[in-house]
């Protein structure tokens, strides 16, 4: 957007507005290598190169954080080339590069950040900073104990190792069963996976926390922006020792290969 060059440049950080206005008068700024001294001069970061005595003036982007309640069919990127639906359209244009924080499947819904920060999306997704994300999964059937045992000694399959999972019965319905599963790992479909491997599909599955975040107050499609003590306590967390809870997940129990116990197991 345009907007006036002395605007431009207190906005940047440069100097005060009246301290850029004199930088101008003073034939100090340039816009497309173009001395400007004319005080009323609009110009656009996006498109024009401004410089001070020479050197180059780059926009100071306001961090965003947010958190956004996503509903199903939305596709966690920047841009499809299926043109499909993607969870930006739900949020205003801020004129930024703003990426997912991980990603949630299409069908998934729930608690979603994003941001422009790429330092932090880089804490929160690291594996080695073992956040606590938790989910609702509804699964076809119920997981006996065994079943559940593999998932919470850290499932081994032939492809991938899973970290251990802390599950919790929700209830049932029918044939259904509804579980809670704690999960610090992000792998890709990672809870529909380790369900499928003890022999139960996902029906249907939301992220329900994010560390100590909540969807408290957030409809589905609804979005809030998260306050500073909310980023530096992500942040904190990630850096931090992990809580106790966290902490029974570094000494896993032995691991069980899944095979082991369905030995005819197909893909
Ligand atoms: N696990 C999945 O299988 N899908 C998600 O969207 C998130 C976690």
């Not at 069919?73 to 841009?79: A, P, Q, R």
């Not at 969807?215 to 499609?221: D, P, S």
């Given at each position: 957007m345009e907007e006036r060059l002395q605007k431009l440049l207190a906005a940047a950080g440069v100097a005060s507005r009246r301290k850029a206005e004199s930088l101008i008068a003073a034939g100090r700024v340039s816009v497309n290598g173009r001395i400007v001294t004319e005080p009323g001069t609009k110009a656009d970061f996006g498109k024009d190169h401004i410089e001070v005595d020479g050197e180059a003036v780059t926009r100071k982007e306001r961090k965003i954080y947010v958190m956004l309640n996503k509903p199903a069919?939305?596709?966690?990127?920047?841009?499809d080339p299926q043109g499909r639906p993607t969870v930006l359209e739900l949020l205003p244009d801020w004129h930024t590069r703003l990426y997912p924080v991980g990603r949630l499947d299409m069908d998934t819904t729930g608690l979603l950040l994003l941001s422009n920060d790429g330092a932090f999306t880089n804490q929160m997704i690291h594996?080695?900073?073992?956040i606590n994300k938790v989910y609702r999964v509804t699964v076809a059937g119920s997981p006996d104990e065994e079943d559940l045992a593999l998932l919470r000694g850290g499932l081994v399959t032939e492809e991938e190792t899973f970290a251990p999972a802390k599950i919790r019965f929700l209830s049932k319905k029918g044939k259904k069963t509804t579980w809670e599963v704690v999960i610090h790992e992000g792998k890709k479909r990672q809870v529909r996976r380790m369900f499928r491997e003890i022999g139960h599909e996902v029906e249907s599955l939301a992220r329900t926390n994010f560390d100590f975040l909540s969807?408290?107050?957030?409809?589905?499609?609804e979005w809030r922006f998260l306050k500073k003590e909310e980023v530096r306590r992500l942040l904190r967390d990630a850096k931090g020792a992990p809580p106790p809870e966290r902490a029974r997940?570094?000494?896993?129990?032995p691991k069980r290969k899944t095979r082991e116990r369905y030995p005819f197991y197909k893909k």
């Open positions: 069919g939305y596709l966690c990127t920047v841009s594996p080695s900073k073992r969807l408290k107050g957030l409809k589905e499609g997940f570094a000494a896993p129990p």
